[in-house]
């Protein structure tokens, strides 16, 4: 079956940065569309950043310019680089995956879900 396990959360002071990095097994990534989402207490959980299979990418507005998303298909793993981390960037972020690809991959309905790794930027 397919499992993704996130990994790299923490706290962080405001402008500082952190990796979240997302392990797949049971599913190639290099034909699906995989993503980063959040969710914040008391909000809707947002997509935040997502990779194709072609490896173009797509990100949040109140994200652009400050987070890259990045996958190693050899190692089947996915990356979120968040730089300039707000306090609003609190979250719990979860990796993504869906078997599709070849559109826009933040507006897909994704059916397999990591754990979920919290983010804390104070």
């Known amino acids: 079956h397919v499992q993704l396990v996130e990994s790299g959360g923490g706290s962080v002071q405001a402008g500082g940065s952190l990796v979240l990095s997302c392990e797949v097994s049971g599913r190639d990534i290099d034909t699906a569309c995989v993503a980063w989402f959040r969710q914040a207490p008391g909000k809707e959980r947002e997509g935040v950043a997502a990779i194709d299979s072609d490896g173009s990418t797509s990100y949040a507005d109140s994200v652009k310019g400050r987070f890259v998303i990045s996958k190693d298909n050899a190692k089947n793993t996915m990356n979120l680089q968040m730089n300039n981390l707000k306090p609003d960037d609190t979250a719990m972020y979860y990796c993504?995956?869906?078997?599709?690809?070849?559109?826009?991959?933040?507006?897909?309905?994704?059916?397999?879900w990591g754990q979920g790794t919290q983010v804390t930027v104070s």
């Open positions: 993504a995956g869906v078997r599709r690809f070849g559109g826009d991959c933040l507006a897909y309905d994704y059916n397999y």
